[in-house]
Every structure is written in C-alpha cells, then in structure tokens.
C-alpha cells in the first residue's frame, strides 16, 4: 500500500490557514461569476421533469490552494419555496454514499419532502467528484467493464478484478488530482457557494455519509449553519467502512429475533442461520451458470454460483424495508435449492442498493485519506464479510490520498439546534452512532424509528416533524408519538406473502 502520511499537512492550523486563502480567493471569483439562471434540460431533464422552475448554475471553484490552482466546476440546482412566505435559509440536500450525486437523487427526495418546501429553497449541490461536478466516477472507463462482466457471467473475483483494473485505467487518464477530493474541501465549496448566492445560513439535511458532512461543515463553518437534520448519522469518529459486517450481523440477528416472536414466521422459519449456511454449501457445490428474472421487467442475466453472492444480496436488501420481508423467505428456498427469490431480491437491487449511482473514485478519494488511514485490520462477522474494506484496501494501495490529522476524528461538539433520526433495523448506520454522536451535541434531539433501516426521515409522520422542528428550534423536544405506527414489515412466509392462510381478520388488517 502507498504511504498514507509522509507528511501530514493537515493539521488544524494549517486547515486554517488553507479555509482563510481559499475563501479569499473564492470572494474574489464570485464577483465575476453569473448568477442562477433557469435549468437546461439537456443536462438536468429528471431536475426539469419534476420542478419546471429550477434554477441552475455552473460554478468555477479551485481544486486546491495556491496562488494559480486548476479550477474545477460545481454543478448546482435551487428549487425554489413554492409559497410566498419564503425565508432567507434554503435547506441543503448533503447525499450519501460517499460518492452519491445530490442532483440525481434530488426529484426524488424533494418529493418526500414538499412540505418542507413551502417556505424554504432546496439547494442541491453535486459535491466535488460527483456526478455533474468534475465527476471521478471513471464511467468511461467502468460502464464498459459491467456491461461486458454481465455478459460474460463473470465470478464475483473476476468482476471485482476487472473493476480495479477499469479504475487503474481511469487514474492514468484523470484530468485531476484525487488527493483534493475530500470532505474537508467539499466543506469549503459548499460555503463558497453559501456566499455567492447570498444565504445567511443553511439548514443541512443530511442522509449517511451526507451526516458526516453535515458535522465537517458545521465544525468549519459554525456561524454558516441554522440547523442539522441528520438522518442515518455517520458521526467523524465513527470508520464507515470499520464495521459493516459487524454491524450487519447485528441487521440480520434482529430478523431472526423478530422472526422467532412471530408465530407463523416461527413456524416457516425455525432455524434461519442452518439454513443459511445450507444455502452458501448448495451454491459452494453447484456447477451450472445461475438464471436470475427481473421480477419488474422480465429481463434475463446470469450469475456464477458463488456462496459469497448470497452473503451480498442479503446485505443490501437489509437496507430495504420492502426487501427486508423477503429474506427468511428467500434464505429457505435457496436452502432447498430454489433461488428464485434471492435472485429476483438480487435483479430489483440496483436502484434500491446503497451502492447505486456511487462515483468510486471519489468513494476512494474520501475513505481512503480518512477513515482507511485508521483502519489496521480486517474484520469480519460471523455471518457477514467486510467485502467494503477488503475493496478499499486494495483500491487505497494506488488511488493517490493524503491522510487527514488525527482531530478529523474527534467528537464534533456544537450547541447548534439538531435533529438526529435512525432506523433500529439499520445495517449500516445503527442507532448507536446517532447516541454517541449525542453525547457532544447539546441542543439536540433524537428519534429512533423502531420499523425503519437505512433513511428514516421520508416514513410516516417523519416529514411533519421535521417541519416542526425547523419551524422551532427552541423547541426542547418534539412529540413522537406518532411514529410508533411506523412498525416493521411482516415478513413474507411463502411466495403468497406475509398473512397466506393467516384467518386472524385483525393480522389482516395490520
């Protein structure tokens, strides 16, 4: 692996110094710069099909210090408040991944969230890296590798091989450099742009990763930030990549808990680890191609038998509420040899998968100057293998980084008014993230969500709490009663779904 630190100049004076040139520099681009102009179709058509009104701009930021930098291009869309009581403070989209596009998931999450609208902009920020703004996810090079991958039925090895491969090959032709890709510097773009369209302050809305940014942004830029509203917290001291088996594991054994409790669950399901190790051994000895059916569209794509894919779909579809009723159900069937459903879970997963939509190189430009700097081994669950850390170790061993200082990764403490929410069924981002991250934050509250995994700020009463939070934050604790109706899914206990030959009218109902 490459040295992660022969000299570490991130040290908190000199992050000082770098914010203070950088903004300078950043006052004396903004006066030239154009202001927000309708959004083009062409480059931003979901944008346009969902809000006619969007305004857009392309805004020119340096990639790094000094006195003549390269200059790089932050793609960005305001959507206005839709009534006239507008306020001066948008709230700001801060998406997850990392490596996620802000711009493209943004129709979808401001759908969620239209309430949250009426008095407010929505700014959506590509952060650097992503999608429209100098984007490192390597597309030209990776989009060709995964369309022939699955043409060929490649092994899982095979696949992750070819990927590295793709991503070396996209280094060599990078007009950038990844070392400058960080959060710290996303920071600094997000307040550049905060000053050129004239906000006072943002309401961060942060989602995963995005929470992460959320704390980097604040801690910087404290007098900048009105509120956070942090869904699915990944606080600074927390590794992300660290304990993404463990804490699946964690996922996994409150569905057989939960299964157990239920009767009929119990009774389809008796015994959910056997099986599932009956499953990894029938794939560990099958010797044919496996056929998976798109249950949406029909489509047909094939997969090598690999025990190891098992281990994957269940992991991703712990993330999913819908999906997350399947898995009992698809770990017996594919005990007995009958994989329709792991595979069909496994042929929807893609825009539902955490790793959708990812730019990778930017992944790697973050994880691997922060959290992989801290990271000396390896580790495992007992159900559960840490394919994310395994990937990075390798990808880090050639993906040029600098480590960040070790106060990166202090408590972030602050009296700013926060929002904190988590699902008790999250894989990735449990509860207990969000209470340690508590315990530093001391204007702020929590809600755990006891039905909810990954990204519970869109369920139920969820929005209409938010609004009430943002509309008053001196209020010292906010009502939740009413997400005790967000309750996990049943589970489905044949192909029929979650109540087949359940006569109890009341179960029905529920």
């Known amino acids: 692996m490459t040295a992660l630190a022969a000299k570490l100049e991130n040290t908190l004076t000199k992050i000082v110094l770098l914010i203070g040139l950088w903004g300078t520099l950043a006052t004396s681009i903004a006066d030239e710069m154009t202001p927000l102009s309708p959004c083009n179709p062409e480059r931003h058509p979901d944008v346009i099909a969902y809000e006619p009104a969007s305004l857009c701009a392309e805004i020119e930021v340096p990639e790094a210090e000094g006195d003549n930098p390269r200059m790089m291009t932050l793609s960005v869309v305001v959507l206005p408040a839709t009534t006239r009581e507008r306020v001066a403070d948008p709230i700001v989209l801060l998406a997850g991944g990392p490596g996620q596009s802000a711009i493209e998931v943004a129709p979808d999450w401001s759908a969620r969230f239209e309430n949250l609208r009426k008095t407010r902009d929505f700014l959506i920020i590509d952060q650097r890296g992503t999608g429209s703004s100098s984007s490192l996810a390597c597309s030209e090079h990776l989009d060709p590798v995964l369309e022939s991958l699955e043409a060929q039925t490649a092994s899982v090895e095979e696949a992750l091989a070819a990927q590295i491969a793709a991503l070396r090959e996209c280094l060599a032709h990078l007009d950038a450099d990844p070392t400058h890709y960080t959060s710290r510097n996303a920071a600094v773009d997000l307040e550049f742009v905060r000053q050129h369209l004239d906000y006072p302050a943002l309401n961060l809305f942060g989602i995963s990763y995005g929470t992460r940014m959320a704390f980097i942004y604040a801690r910087q830029y404290p007098t900048s930030v009105r509120s956070l509203i942090l869904d699915a917290v990944a606080p600074t001291n927390m590794l992300i990549p660290e304990r993404v088996a463990l804490d699946a594991d964690l996922a996994f054994q409150l569905i057989e808990r939960e299964c157990q409790s239920n009767p009929s669950c ?103 100057s922060e959290d992989m700097t801290q990271m000396e081994s390896i580790q495992h669950g007992e159900i559960f293998d840490n394919a994310l850390q395994e990937l990075l170790i390798e990808i880090c061993g050639f993906w040029p980084h600098q480590a960040v200082g070790p106060e990166y990764f202090e408590p972030f403490r602050s009296d700013t008014p926060a929002l904190l929410m988590s699902g008790t069924l999250d894989p990735i981002t449990p509860p207990s993230y969000a209470k340690e991250a508590m315990k530093s934050l001391t204007a702020a509250q929590h809600i755990e969500v006891l039905g909810g995994t990954h990204g519970v700020g869109h369920l139920g009463c969820m929005p209409d709490l938010i609004e009430t939070f943002l509309d008053d934050l001196s209020n010292p604790e906010l009502d939740t009663t009413c997400t005790r109706s967000i309750e996990p899914r049943p589970f489905f206990t044949s192909h029929a779904g979650p109540f087949a030959g359940d006569s109890d009218e009341e179960a029905l109902h529920d």
Do not use: H
């Open 266 to 368: 119990q009774s389809a399901f008796p015994n959910l680890q056997q099986k599932l190790e009956q499953a990894e051994a029938f794939l560990r000895d099958l010797d044919q191609d496996l056929l998976a059916i798109d249950p949406l569209t029909g489509e047909r794509s094939f997969a090598k038998p690999d025990p190891r894919l098992i281990n994957r779909l269940l992991r991703s579809a712990l993330y999913s509420r819908g999906l997350r009723q399947l898995v009992p159900l698809a770990i017996s069937e594919a005990a007995e040899g009958r994989l329709e459903v792991l595979l069909g879970m496994g042929a929807v997963l893609n825009p539902e998968s955490p790793s959708s939509g990812i730019s990778l190189g930017m992944m790697a430009s973050v994880l691997c």
